[in-house]
């Protein structure tokens, strides 16, 4: 790889960023899902995350950054990951793989939590199914898609697209800055 194609992946990271901040609609979806986010915590409810491959990591940062640390000293705030690797074993074997979340969503998930879902091109089976056991238990869903949104597009109470038809790794990146936006505005209004 020579330096010019570095230059070249680093001009189009910055272009997919930039034309979704262009979107004055996908800052508001930003702002409405912080203050989901917010008013979940105020009131003792917890946030619940998941993802596959990068963005199960996605899923787990957001959550350790809740419970742990981001920019401010603050109290721990009650955020989880789905990534038990004893619970997605057993639930893939015994249920199916598109059930890894949805059944950790039923157990633990209760009416004023929020599930965080994550899926770059918002048709994985297994967000799905979780999104579904979350509306059915009372939880608000704020989705992470990518593209055109794919099947979560429409399940989501609030969806925040990256709305580019390349490579999924870009669409990571403007995840992982959507991410820290909502952990700051939680950190700002907590």
Same mark, same amino acid.
């Given at each position: 790889?020579?330096?010019?194609?570095?230059?070249?992946?680093?001009?189009?990271?910055?272009?997919?960023? !930039? @034309?979704?901040?262009?979107?004055?609609?996908? =800052?508001? +979806? *930003?702002?409405?899902? &912080?203050?989901?986010?917010?008013?979940?915590?105020?009131?003792?409810?917890?946030?619940?995350?998941?993802?596959?491959?990068?963005?199960?990591?996605?899923?787990?940062?957001?959550?350790?950054?809740?419970?742990?640390?981001?920019?401010?000293?603050?109290?721990?705030?009650?955020?989880?990951?789905?990534?038990?690797?004893?619970?997605?074993?057993?639930?893939?074997?015994?249920?199916?793989?598109?059930?890894?979340?949805?059944?950790?969503? !039923? @157990?633990?998930?209760?009416?004023?939590?929020? =599930?965080? +879902? *994550?899926?770059?091109? &918002?048709?994985?089976?297994?967000?799905?199914?979780?999104?579904?056991?979350?509306?059915?238990?009372?939880?608000?869903?704020?989705?992470?898609?990518?593209?055109?949104?794919?099947?979560?597009?429409?399940?989501?109470?609030?969806?925040?697209?990256?709305?580019?038809?390349?490579?999924?790794?870009?669409?990571?990146?403007?995840?992982?800055?959507?991410?820290?936006?909502?952990?700051?505005?939680?950190?700002?209004?907590?």
């Amino acid at each position: 790889m020579s330096s010019e194609q570095i230059q070249k992946n680093f001009q189009e990271a910055k272009d997919v960023l !930039e @034309a979704f901040t262009a979107d004055d609609s996908t =800052l508001e +979806a *930003i702002v409405n899902a &912080g203050a989901m986010l917010v008013a979940a915590l105020k009131s003792g409810n917890k946030i619940i995350s998941c993802g596959n491959g990068g963005s199960m990591s996605d899923a787990m940062h957001f959550a350790e950054e809740l419970s742990g640390k981001f920019r401010n000293e603050r109290e721990a705030m009650a955020a989880v990951s789905i990534s038990d690797p004893s619970h997605i074993t057993c639930t893939a074997n015994d249920y199916g793989f598109e059930y890894i979340f949805s059944r950790y969503v !039923e @157990a633990l998930g209760k009416e004023g939590d929020v =599930l965080l +879902a *994550i899926s770059t091109s &918002g048709n994985s089976a297994n967000v799905q199914h979780a999104i579904e056991a979350a509306k059915k238990k009372g939880l608000k869903v704020i989705g992470l898609t990518g593209n055109d949104g794919g099947k979560m597009a429409g399940l989501c109470d609030v969806e925040i697209r990256v709305s580019h038809r390349g490579y999924s790794d870009r669409i990571q990146e403007v995840h992982i800055k959507i991410i820290h936006s909502l952990i700051h505005f939680v950190e700002l209004h907590t």
